[in-house]
């Protein structure tokens, strides 16, 4: 770690040659991709389009990754189960497509369980099948006007998903005729020793049960005057976290459009859950959103995590509905976030969600320098005390609003040599952070794409804190240690390689900062 004392510019950028030329290396291999806007260490599909993650679950040493794919094009169409797997959530090996449309239908969003217990029957109970549950999406039906077109089916797999057979009873849930009924998640409930289903239907959730994964009894609905309404509900899911010495369970919920700056976003409620009924814990008009940037949606938890790791790890798609098919990305489209631990907070605004993102990024970290106290300017460049130029950092940074100041608006800014820039800040008056995109680059594929984006201060701190994940295309804001959280993407004509602070409207004072280039993260192909 170098401390950078703000000293002149020429001095710094002495002190911090390189300690290596290892550095200098890596930059070359990765810009050699010869992609533009492809990530360094986002997932993303090999090529092609890429929408929900699917299928999350942890089995055998491995995180399974599955995502909504069409291997045929970049733009949305016949959805197939892309599949990767690692074993750090950072690290991926891409695998083969694991599920093809048949006659049933396309396979649209779902999830998957490891069956340890072989109640399906499809595998040995020393040898535990892996089950995949999903929607089917009977295109054909739904262009005739049908509303019964969508309903759940399962697949199975005894190789550690290597390969997947579909159960030949499928489907498992039948469509009552309700146009938009999909997305199933599906978990175990050990204090009845059973599975539980819950997936989107219309603007509601419904919760069905099983012994074996292979019936499915109908228990309950939720969701009728509750939450966010705006669209359409899609990929629910459902969990325990403890707070307060508590156990109460989180249903996330994805919405499109209807999010809190346009387009798609994800909500959650706070309850209690017996098996069979959610209970929410807040008034029905009380809507909570997991991220308030545009670019966070679908996303889901794995399944299976160990107990002696005891995280929920949560994952979601890097993009937004109202431009997803038309970023200006060539030949793969879209990527996920990074993987986030998940946790319930007392704050003073009540129980929330928050994010943080995974231990295991740290591995990314190239060379650190740490920023001593000092109070910020109006703009403030620190371009050239890192001597390693890459589009990809981390940067953790820690402000006081001294006393009588009024009006501060100050922050972060990425920027590149053509005077294109994102500014994620705090404004003091509005209590808010911010996301500014409005001259990040290429944003003329779409007019829901450039803006200013709000996110409500829930910490009741005086310390502003802001740990932001910088690749080439997107950002990630985690502030107060995940109690507000924003997620936006951007296409700059050239790579954002410059870091800087600003302050307006008086000087923030700066606590302590660090800051990391972050090496690329490898995806081998298999
Ligand atoms: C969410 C979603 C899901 C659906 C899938 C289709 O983004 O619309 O509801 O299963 O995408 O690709």
């Known amino acids: 770690m170098r401390h950078l004392l703000f000293l002149t510019p020429f001095l710094l950028f002495m002190a911090c040659q390189p300690e290596t030329t290892e ?18 260490y986002h997932f993303t599909p090999p090529e092609q389009w890429m929408n929900d993650p699917n299928g999350m679950v942890y ?26 797997v690692s074993e750090d959530l950072v690290h991926w090996e891409h695998l083969p497509i694991a599920l093809y449309p048949d006659s049933l239908g396309m396979i649209f969003s779902g999830s998957a369980v490891a069956d340890l217990e072989n109640t399906s029957g499809f595998g040995t109970a020393e040898d535990s099948p ?33 390969s997947w057979e579909k159960y030949e009873g499928n489907p498992v849930v039948e469509n009552p005729g309700i146009k938009d009924f999909r997305d199933p998640k599906v978990f175990w409930y050990a ?39 705006g669209g359409v509900w899609e990929c629910p899911d459902l969990f325990p976290l403890m707070v307060n010495g508590e156990e109460k369970w989180v249903m996330l919920l994805s919405i499109n459009p209807g999010g ?22 807040n008034p029905e008009e009380t809507t909570l959103w997991v991220d308030y940037g ?67 990024l740290h591995q990314l970290r190239a060379d650190s320098y740490s920023l001593e106290p000092r109070s910020i300017p109006n703009e403030l460049s620190l371009t050239e005390f890192t ?13 006081v609003i001294p006393e009588g100041a009024e009006g501060l608006d100050f922050g972060i800014v990425i920027s590149n040599s053509l005077g294109e820039e994102v500014r994620i800040g705090y404004d003091q008056a509005q209590q808010q952070y911010y996301f500014d995109r409005t001259k990040a680059g290429k944003m003329d594929f779409s007019e829901d794409f450039a803006g200013r984006f709000p996110a409500p201060r829930i910490a009741g701190s005086d310390t502003i804190k802001m740990h932001l994940y910088v690749d080439v295309a997107s950002a990630e804001l985690f502030a107060d240690d995940g109690k507000t959280v924003m997620t936006n993407i951007f296409f700059p004509n050239e790579n954002f390689q410059q870091l800087g602070l600003y302050s307006e409207n008086g000087e923030v004072q700066l606590v302590s900062g660090t800051l990391y280039n972050l090496s690329p993260a490898t995806i081998a192909m298999e």
């Open 387 to 399: 001597e390693w130029q890459t589009p990809a950092k981390e940067v953790m940074l820690e402000f």
């Open 130 to 162: 892996l089950i995949a549950i999903f929607t089917y999406h009977d295109a054909e039906a739904a262009e005739a006007g049908a509303n019964d077109h969508q309903t759940q089916g399962i697949a199975f797999s005894t190789d550690r998903g290597r």
């Open 294 to 360: 545009k670019d966070n949606y679908a996303g889901v938890s794995w399944s299976n995590v160990p107990e002696n790791d005891g995280r929920r790890i949560f994952l979601g798609w890097m993009s937004n509905w109202q431009y997803a098919n038309v970023v200006p990305t060539y030949s793969w489209r879209s990527a996920m976030t990074v993987a986030r631990k998940l946790e319930l907070a007392d704050t003073p605004e009540g129980i929330r969600l928050i994010s943080l993102p995974v231990e295991e």
């Open 260 to 281: 809190p700056n346009g387009g798609s976003a994800t909500q959650y409620f706070v309850g209690d859950f017996d098996g069979e009924t959610f209970a929410n814990d």
């Open 23 to 40: 550095h200098t290396a890596q930059v070359a291999s990765d810009t050699l991709t010869g992609e533009q806007h492809r990530p360094r």
């Open 191 to 229: 204090p009845d020793q059973k599975w539980v289903m819950i997936f989107a239907a219309a603007d509601r959730v419904r919760i069905y049960n099983s012994p074996d994964l292979k019936n499915w009894e109908f228990q309950s609905e939720f969701g009728e005057n509750s939450g966010d309404h």
């Open 59 to 84: 089995y055998d040493g491995e995180y399974h990754l599955f995502y909504q794919h069409y291997p045929d094009s970049n733009v949305w169409g016949p959805m197939h189960w892309g599949h990767a």
